[in-house]
């Protein structure tokens, strides 16, 4: 159960545009929201000691900032749609406090927004939504800034992409979660991609048949690991499809999650930064980057390389 959420505020309106998305995956009856924004060194000793933490019941007016105003409106909106919420300045840069507090606070998920930026724009600019999927324990509701609030309250579908690694399957217990507390599906999705392969499957299709391609040893393979999840997940109460798909591991996502009209992709991170993911890719950040619907992201805990099939043209790769 997601218990406590911590929603960074810096005063944009691109960072409240969390908010509604994550309405729509939790209750009040359920769930506390905490509020945060972290301000400079010179504008923190402006805010009387009661703005600096104040709780539902002890939201009080200021125009000492933008953030401050910003945070005590949604609070209010929060407040009158029966959350209780808990607020919260620090003085600081801003990925700093957000994983400072999500530990002290004990967070179950942090929800914030970014731009989406990829690559070289990232490993340049650097990105605070960058810096806490990275660096935090605690789950990561992620929202790209082009993605649009769904007029339908209930969540139906959530893609989530394994690559039969352990660090892959980290996402798996934040995702259950996610799907038995809104009743969505979970879309299970593998990726192969065959690297000029003997045994030609169908080259033009995307999207591999299971019961056609079953005699594949690497499909099979796919698809008893795929099956070996969906009965973990039947046995928790939680509906689950099984897809295989061939290509590009970040494609493939984002095509799925366009065909099922998904709600929330739940990925893991390798959690690399800069030019190391230059060098060696994330997919990650491509599927942020091309996104039509918010991410949870969970870092991955355990330093796993891709799976390689011995005496097959074709892998599967890692998602991270």
């Known amino acids: 159960m997601i218990k406590r959420v911590l929603i960074p505020l810096d005063g944009s309106e691109l960072a409240e545009r969390a908010v509604p998305h994550l309405l729509r995956f939790i209750t009040s009856e359920q769930t506390e929201l905490l509020l945060m924004t972290a ?5 923190f000793p402006l805010l009387s000691d009661k703005m600096r933490s104040f709780t539902s019941e002890q939201i009080v007016l200021s125009d000492e900032s933008e953030a401050s105003e910003q945070m005590q409106m949604i609070a209010q909106q929060l407040v009158q749609r029966g959350f209780r919420v808990e607020s919260q300045f620090l003085p600081g840069a801003a990925a700093e406090c957000i994983l400072h507090l999500s530990e002290k606070a004990n967070v179950d998920l942090i929800a914030m927004s970014t731009h989406g930026r990829t690559g070289i724009e990232l490993a340049l600019l650097g990105s605070v939504a960058d810096k806490v999927v990275r660096n935090a324990r605690s789950p990561v509701f992620i929202v790209p800034s082009k993605v649009m609030t769904k007029t339908a309250h209930t969540p139906r579908a959530i893609v989530l992409p394994l690559d039969g690694t352990t660090l892959a399957e980290t996402a798996l217990p934040v995702a259950r979660q996610f799907a038995k507390d809104t009743g969505a599906v979970i879309h299970l999705l593998r990726v192969i991609e065959f690297q000029d392969s003997e045994d030609e499957l169908v080259a033009d299709e995307t999207t591999i048949d299971l019961n056609e391609a079953k005699g594949q040893p690497v499909v099979r393979q796919a698809a008893c690991y795929l099956e070996r999840i ?15 798909m061939e290509g590009d591991p970040a494609d493939a996502i984002i095509r799925m999650a366009r065909a099922e009209d998904a709600d929330l992709i739940a990925m893991s991170t390798h959690g690399r930064s800069g030019v190391e993911r230059i060098v060696h890719g994330s997919v990650v950040s491509q599927v942020i980057g091309n996104a039509m619907c918010p991410l949870l992201l969970m870092r991955g805990k355990v330093p796993v390389e891709a799976f390689e099939c011995e005496g097959s043209a074709a892998t599967a790769n890692s998602f991270c």
Do not use: N, P, W, Y
């Open 39 to 43: 301000l400079s060194s010179s504008v």
């Open 230 to 244: 969906q009965l973990q997940l039947q046995l928790a109460g939680v509906v689950s499809r099984c897809h295989t």
